[in-house]
Nanobody, 119 residues
Framework: QVHLVEFGGGLVQAGGSLRLSCTAS????????MAWFRQAPGKEREFVAS????????DYIDSVKGRFTISRDNAKNTMYLQMNSLKPEDTAVYYC????????????WGQGTQVTVSS
């Protein structure tokens, strides 16, 4: 199991930027595929982006492509989500999650950080 903690949420105006961080402790960070999810009020949690253990491959939900960038620094046990051109519909609690390379489910989750985008 890996322990995850998110940082960097806050209030920003539409068009602005935020950078989220997720630090990991416990088992070696590089063993894990990492992802960001979000949950808006009254909606189900949705996948936002993921990145492989080597950072050679990433994936994004269509609504954030070209605006968000996921990255990781295995030496620092940290994953990032750079969010640019933020929109009010990006408002949500953002969670980082981890899964093993050979598993399909994200079993380890952070506590979440609130991102609020005002119009």
């Amino acid at each position: 199991q890996v322990h995850l903690v998110e940082f960097g949420g806050g209030l920003v105006q539409a068009g602005g930027s935020l950078r989220l961080s997720c630090t990991a402790s416990g088992r070696p960070f590089s063993n894990y595929i990492m992802a960001w999810f979000r949950q808006a009020p009254g909606k189900e949690r949705e996948f936002v982006a993921s990145i492989t253990w080597s950072a050679r491959s990433s994936d994004y939900i269509d609504s954030v492509k070209g605006r968000f960038t996921i990255s990781r620094d295995n030496a620092k046990n940290t994953m990032y989500l750079q969010m640019n051109s933020l929109k009010p519909e990006d408002t949500a609690v953002y969670y980082c999650a981890a899964r093993g390379r050979y598993t399909t489910n994200y079993n380890d989750w952070g506590q979440g950080t609130q991102v609020t985008v005002s119009s």
